[in-house]
């Protein structure tokens, strides 16, 4: 079985999950931009991986616009973010992201990031910039605070990567199984 791992990733976490599942697959490795859709009929098994941004799947849509050309593969989508992993955040992906129809097609996975802003674009710091401000003025409020805000205005500062090689396991059971 031939297998693609595609990936688009902005600060490096993204990449580092699609690295480990190409290694663990013995699958070939692209980054999104040099893909086309006519390389994909090429496998059986095509893995696309982006990270949130604003809970859309970065890339995602070289998956969705060419699903109909994918028939009869298996497409398996991954995203990672920087929140905790759990089923609604999950649910809320699939959601904003994929239609009912695609996501009978696609096997979707979570997997938690990273953040590092010295990697961030320019309108990504100032984007980020305003999402703190207004997660401070939330709290100078008085009003409560989600986890993720919590865990934002923690780590706006610093570095962290909670990437881990044994969360890729699931995705590379299923692609084997």
Request: charged share 30%.
């Amino acid at each position: 079985m031939k297998t693609a791992v595609i990936y688009k990733s902005r600060t490096g976490f993204t990449k580092k999950y699609a690295l480990w599942i190409s290694e663990a697959l013995s699958a070939e490795l692209f980054e999104a931009s040099y893909v086309s859709a006519k390389m994909l009929e090429a496998y059986d098994t095509v893995i696309f991986g982006g990270n949130l941004h604003a809970v859309g799947i970065d890339g995602v849509k070289l998956i969705t616009r060419n699903l109909l050309k994918l028939k009869g593969k298996r497409v398996i989508v991954f995203a990672v973010g920087l929140s905790v992993p759990d089923e609604k955040i999950r649910n809320e992906v699939l959601n904003n992201n994929f239609s009912l129809d695609e996501r009978e097609r696609i096997r979707f996975f979570y997997f938690r990031g990273g953040f590092d802003r010295s990697r961030l674009s320019l309108t990504d710091k100032i984007l980020m910039a305003l999402l703190k401000k207004k997660i401070e003025n939330k709290k100078r409020k008085g009003l409560k605070l989600a986890d993720d805000e919590k865990g934002m205005l923690a780590i706006y500062d610093k570095s962290v990567d909670y990437t881990s090689k044994k969360s890729i396991e699931p995705l590379v059971a299923y692609v084997k199984g």
